[in-house]
């Protein structure tokens, strides 16, 4: 039987990994109760992992209770069937570890953490230790670290946290990426041979990514539109460049629909038009209005969306 930490180096995430939404009522409060049929939907298009309480899953606005239920409901619907792994991060450095411990308890195989955003680490050794105490909450549980420098407003050398944070944080895996530095990426990849696992999270940036040789990938748009970042995968894997470019232009011209006909609220209005409805979201998040959601079902549908995104 390998060791423990044997087990954490080898653990990897490959393929699309669908960062999971979050079901509300329109009163606000938590539907649970809707979060297995968006899991077995979201398997269903082709999701490789699941990435639980992040952006997308509007982690930051959930209430401690509240993200350690939908982690124990999303972990209970995978089922094994795909891993999951738990964004813990929080403003505060003691929630997150809970979280973590929480995490590993309930069975999840892996954790996640962005960095503290409102008094934020303000150098890099402060940074390391934050997300040192944090990962020491699952010592079992490979960690990522959630950079997203666009909402967290902290960025450190990636690099630099890997060589220094690594000899710090036994379980640290990793990196989810998610930032268009395309350079910074690639250095990480290649850092110490490759050791680390980086995951992109720029959706409509993915063919860049899987030029810098990355494997796997979270994302928003990978709940509703899998198949169609598959098959950016096989073209890109078979040197159909010109296929993949192609393909990758729907996808870029897909956010950009979204985004100009719902907002951030539109991501979660899609996953309604495939016939998986995660309710809305919590402010001060804005719901999609029924006009909204209209024009963004009539944008999609001239993109082809409804052809392609389910093939």
């Known amino acids: 039987m ?21 079901p509300f009522r329109a009163d606000g409060s938590l539907h649970a109760a809707r ?16 990435y639980v309480c992040g952006s997308t899953g509007e982690g930051p606005l959930l209430t401690t209770e509240e993200r350690q239920l939908v982690a124990a409901a999303s972990v209970r619907a995978a089922a094994g069937r795909v891993p999951v792994v738990v964004q813990v991060g929080h403003n505060s450095v003691e929630e997150a570890r809970g979280l973590a411990a929480h995490a590993q308890r309930i069975g999840a195989d892996a954790i996640s953490a962005t960095p503290p955003g409102y008094f934020k680490p303000d150098a890099l050794e402060n940074f390391i230790s934050c997300m040192e105490r944090i990962a020491s909450g699952a010592p079992k549980l490979p960690f990522y670290y959630y950079h997203i420098p666009v909402l967290s407003g902290v960025r450190f050398d990636m690099v630099e946290f890997l060589q220094r944070g690594a ?9 989810k990426f998610s930032d268009p530095a395309l350079h910074e990426l690639l250095a990480c990849i290649e850092h110490d041979g490759g050791r680390h696992d980086i995951l992109f999270g720029v959706d409509e940036m993915l063919l860049g990514a899987l030029a810098m040789g990355v494997r796997g990938a979270v994302g928003s748009t990978y709940n509703f539109a899998a198949p169609l970042y598959r098959k950016i995968i096989a073209a890109f894997d078979s040197g159909d460049l010109a296929e993949a470019r192609r393909l990758q232009s729907l996808s870029a011209a897909m956010v950009r629909t979204i985004v100009a006909d719902g907002g951030r609220g539109g991501f979660k209005a899609t996953m309604a038009l495939i016939g998986a409805d995660c309710g809305h979201n919590r402010m001060p998040l804005a719901t999609c209005s029924s006009a909204q959601r209209a024009n963004l079902k009539k944008s999609l549908g001239a993109l082809g969306f409804f052809d392609w995104a389910r093939k």
């Open 2 to 22: 390998p060791s423990k930490s044997a087990s954490l180096a080898s653990f990897r995430l490959q393929g699309l990994v669908a960062a999971t939404f979050t």
């Open 167 to 175: 000899p710090r944080i036994p379980t640290l895996r990793g990196i």
């Open 35 to 50: 979060i297995k049929p968006v899991i077995d939907a979201v398997i269903a298009q082709g999701a490789a992992g699941l």
